[in-house]
């Protein structure tokens, strides 16, 4: 069994459903392209389905890419192409089309997408810390990360240290959301509140590892 899919975020709204509002995030899932089938019996050691998502401009692509889908599956390149974890019963063959129906019987899922980048940033955004005060003359100690260091020893300062820095644009995961509605004619999943990145970003839906 397969055991996730690849999509693109489409943006937020909000369903009523027993008499509650939820607000969702709308992803269109799939179909998506088996690029590649590997097993563990195979030269690759281990069993995974290449999945590639959306056709991308050949004028875009590196002849690698082109190759790459052309020999495997007979297909065009595709824009989002992700290895996602297979247990290797079901027979499945480069080229076949997999659809949202595979998440039909799931209730919780994980999403992971690239947050949103939010550039440099100082300490209070990007780590939420308080700042400093303002009394007693201070007036450019509000959003100042304070000390970082010790004194004579070590006389560095420690690996790991929270300070100001480049902020989002990482992998991000969102554990153990539900699907609130599937709609197989159209591909599109709602999922009960917010998952990583932007509009139009590219995500990876997989079967909860939390709660299955």
Known sequence: MISGLLGKKLGMTQIFKDGKCYAVTVVAAGPCKVLQVKKSDGKDGYNAIQLGFEDKKVKSCAKSEIGHAKKHADSAPKSFVR???WDGKDDIKAGQEITLSV????????????????????????????????????????????????????????????????MGNCRGTVRNLEILDIDLGQ??????????????????????????
Not at 154 to 162: A, L, T, Y
């Open 83 to 85: 290895e996602v974890d």
């Open 103 to 166: 998440l039909e019987k799931v209730k919780y899922i994980d999403v992971i997408g690239t947050k949103k980048g939010k550039g440099f940033q100082g300490v209070v955004k990007r780590h939420n810390f308080k700042g400093g005060p303002t009394t007693h003359g201070q007036s450019d100690r509000l959003r100042a990360p304070g000390s970082i260091g010790a004194s004579s020893y070590p006389s560095r300062v420690h690996k790991g240290m929270r300070m100001p820095g480049q």
């Open 187 to 212: 591909n599109i999943i709602a999922i009960n509140g917010s998952v990583p990145g932007a509009q139009n970003g590219y995500v990876i839906l997989r079967k909860s590892v939390i709660n299955k």
